[in-house]
């Protein structure tokens, strides 16, 4: 059973920066995906357990930065340049198979879930 803990969301100006992070309880892929109210999740980012692959939506491209450090067991999401559009739930995933391709972006490819952590961009 793998543990995730998030921490780093909160209240930002617009062109502002947060950075999430995510403890694991094992050695796992993990992702980043966000929830807007009345919306869908969707996919933001994901890195392997090595920190050789990493995924972005186009969304975020550019703008957020996925690592990990594998010591810590912790992955870390630096958003820069924010956006209100940015503003949602963010949870962090992980799943003990290899991802690869396009797969990473679908939420039922995960398997362990952490809480969540509000994110809030104000205009």
């Known amino acids: 059973q793998v543990q995730l803990v ?11 920066s947060l950075r999430l992070s995510c403890a694991a309880s094992g050695r796992t892929f993990m ?7 009345g919306k869908e ?13 990493t995924y972005y939506a186009d969304s975020v491209k ?8 594998a010591a810590k067991n912790t992955v870390y999401l630096q958003m820069n340049s ?5 503003t949602a739930v963010y949870y962090c995933a992980a799943t003990a198979e290899w991802l690869v391709g396009r797969v990473v972006v679908t939420p039922q490819k ?7 952590t509000q994110v809030t961009v104000s205009s």
Do not use: M
Not at 62 to 69: K, P, V
């Open 82 to 86: 924010l956006k209100p559009e940015d």
């Open 110 to 116: 995960y398997d362990y879930w952490g809480q969540g």
């Open 41 to 53: 999740r969707e996919f933001v980012s994901a890195i392997s357990w090595s920190g050789g692959n």
């Open 6 to 16: 998030e921490s780093g969301g909160g209240l930002v100006q617009a062109g502002g």
């Open 31 to 37: 992702g980043w995906f966000r929830q807007a109210p």
């Open 62 to 69: 550019g703008r957020f930065t996925i690592s990990r450090d």
